[in-house]
């Protein structure tokens, strides 16, 4: 194993997207654009300004999807230069005592482990399946207590971006749900908010069918990263040329927060299998990470040379073809694959991790399983039907891997993937989202 230097990410957020999303990037060409506008579905071109308080931010920091939204909005609103706009960031763990902090740091717990299978994973399964966040039983309550202290009586502007506080703050004024997925199950549906932030039209519909009016429903456009968006289209035109090529190609291979077992063994089978096909491969993993700890081990047994690196190094150009990424938060990970993004081809993940990206960005995807959830097999089916997904759905499969894309390079149909992800949507929602919120509850230049 080689140590190869990469670039300095440091802890200021402000200085952490200028110095590492700002650098290096390349102006895309125009912008893309949603589709033309339903009647029925108010889209964020027009917004009127109106004088309102400043806007608080609650996480639930569990896993990466929901909070990924959060820090998406946060992000757009640095690179607009109206993060002022932002009162606060708060967090359900550091607001909530005794019983309920108890009760929130359990329901961590069960993520993490449940999604692995076994007594625990029926557990955590049941739950899901049988949970109804319209409905606060005596759990939920106990979740919610102090949250409903801190927040049920204030009509600060409020983003949450996770269904369960939706019913938790339920009535609440100006209570903002960020609904960032492109498929919304049964959980996801819960009423309450003000306004319900949806990524497309057809999510859009679902919130309507769920209760919501028209007027509530806002319709941005995809949620991608506004690092990656900057660099978007001159990196689908380089993939394009290189999937036309005999160029090596280069995967990258990511997990959910949550690293579930089935999953892991699945990725670091699919890695091995296209190093073995002379593909490169680029692990993003959490540092000491199950998905870390296994590739290391794969790569030492098969001989195979690799490198490290994380936000300490700076990346050089020659680099062997194996490359395991470590990151110790979100934002460091959203930071290293907006770097690396460019000289992808594909991606291996669950289906309910940056879908967005096959279907906004042109990045076919390959996707692991059993599918955990509710959002992963929605997910799957929708990929799978737009022709820009495809399932990896045994041991011999993940075995065969490399040569398995290979062969769909040589008959173009990886090629076909990639384009018919690109130009569908728009991916500019975290952009279009700050500056709604700007316009809706700032009314003024920040600083008068």
Same mark, same amino acid.
């Given at each position: 194993m080689t140590k190869q230097s990469h670039f300095a990410v440091t802890h200021t957020d402000a200085r952490l997207y200028d110095e590492v999303w700002g650098r290096r990037t390349v102006t895309p060409s125009a912008p893309l654009t949603p589709p033309a506008p339903a009647p029925m579905f108010h889209y964020m071109q #027009?917004?009127?300004?109106?004088?309102?308080?400043?806007?608080?931010?609650?996480?639930?920091?569990?896993? %990466?999807?929901?909070?990924?939204?959060?820090?998406?909005?946060?992000?757009? /609103?640095?690179?607009?230069g109206r993060i002022a706009l932002v009162r606060q960031e708060?967090?359900?763990?550091?607001?909530?005592?005794?019983?309920?902090?108890?009760?929130? %740091?359990?329901?961590?717990?069960?993520? %993490?482990?449940?999604?692995?299978?076994?007594?625990?994973?029926?557990?955590?399964?049941?739950?899901?399946?049988?949970?109804?966040?319209?409905?606060?039983g005596l759990l939920s309550s106990i979740l919610a207590r102090d949250i409903r202290r801190t927040f049920a009586d204030s009509d600060?502007?409020?983003?949450?971006?996770?269904?369960?506080?939706?019913?938790?703050? *339920?009535?609440?004024?100006? /209570?903002?749900?960020?609904?960032?997925? /492109?498929?919304?199950?049964?959980?996801?549906?819960?009423?309450?908010?003000?306004?319900v932030l949806a990524p497309t039209e057809d999510v859009a519909l679902r919130f309507l069918a769920a209760g919501y009016d028209r007027s509530s429903v806002v319709v941005t456009g995809l949620c991608v990263e506004p690092a990656i968006v900057r660099q978007a289209s001159d990196s689908f035109a380089a993939r394009t040329e290189r999937l036309?090529? #005999?160029?090596?190609l280069t995967g990258a291979f990511f997990s959910s927060?949550?690293?579930?077992?089935?999953?892991? #063994?699945?990725?670091?089978?699919?890695?091995?299998?296209? /190093?073995?096909?002379?593909?490169?491969?680029?692990?993003? *993993?959490?540092?000491?990470?199950?998905?870390?700890?296994?590739?290391?081990?794969?790569?030492h047994l098969s001989r195979r040379?690799?490198?490290?690196?994380?936000?300490?190094?700076?990346?050089?150009?020659?680099?062997?073809?194996?490359?395991?990424?470590?990151f110790d938060s979100r934002r460091e990970e959203n930071a290293l694959s907006a770097r690396l993004f460019p000289s992808l081809d594909y991606f291996?993940?669950?289906?309910?991790?940056?879908?967005?990206?096959?279907?906004?960005?042109?990045?076919?995807?390959?996707?692991?399983?059993?599918?955990?959830?509710?959002?992963?097999?929605?997910?799957r089916d929708l990929l799978v039907g737009l022709g820009v997904g495809l399932v990896v759905g045994s041991e011999s499969a993940a075995d065969q891997f490399g040569s398995y894309v290979l062969g769909l390079r040589e008959t173009g149909h990886l090629r076909q993937m990639a384009e018919r992800g690109?130009?569908?949507?728009?991916?500019?929602?975290?952009?279009?989202?700050?500056?709604?919120?700007?316009?809706?509850f700032g009314g003024h230049e920040i600083g008068e």
């Open positions: #027009d917004p009127q300004p109106v004088a309102q308080p400043r806007i608080d931010l609650l996480y639930t920091n569990i896993g %990466r999807g929901h909070p990924f939204y959060l820090d998406g909005i946060a992000e757009a /609103l640095i690179r607009r708060r967090d359900v763990f550091d607001i909530s005592r005794g019983l309920s902090r108890t009760a929130w %740091r359990t329901a961590r717990w069960l993520y %993490r482990k449940g999604s692995s299978g076994g007594l625990i994973g029926v557990i955590y399964d049941r739950l899901r399946r049988n949970g109804d966040y319209n409905k606060q600060q502007p409020l983003i949450i971006a996770h269904p369960s506080l939706v019913g938790m703050l *339920a009535g609440r004024p100006n /209570l903002i749900y960020q609904h960032g997925e /492109l498929v919304a199950p049964g959980e996801s549906l819960v009423r309450g908010a003000s306004k036309a090529s #005999d160029r090596p927060g949550a690293e579930p077992s089935p999953h892991i #063994d699945t990725l670091v089978d699919t890695a091995l299998s296209a /190093l073995r096909n002379n593909h490169r491969v680029i692990v993003f *993993a959490r540092q000491g990470g199950k998905l870390a700890r296994a590739a290391m081990h794969a790569m040379e690799f490198a490290v690196i994380d936000r300490t190094n700076i990346l050089h150009q020659e680099l062997p073809a194996a490359v395991i990424v470590e291996v993940g669950p289906s309910h991790e940056r879908s967005n990206w096959a279907v906004g960005l042109g990045l076919p995807l390959f996707m692991v399983e059993p599918c955990i959830g509710p959002f992963a097999p929605l997910n690109w130009g569908g949507y728009g991916i500019d929602g975290f952009d279009k989202i700050a500056e709604w919120l700007y316009l809706e």
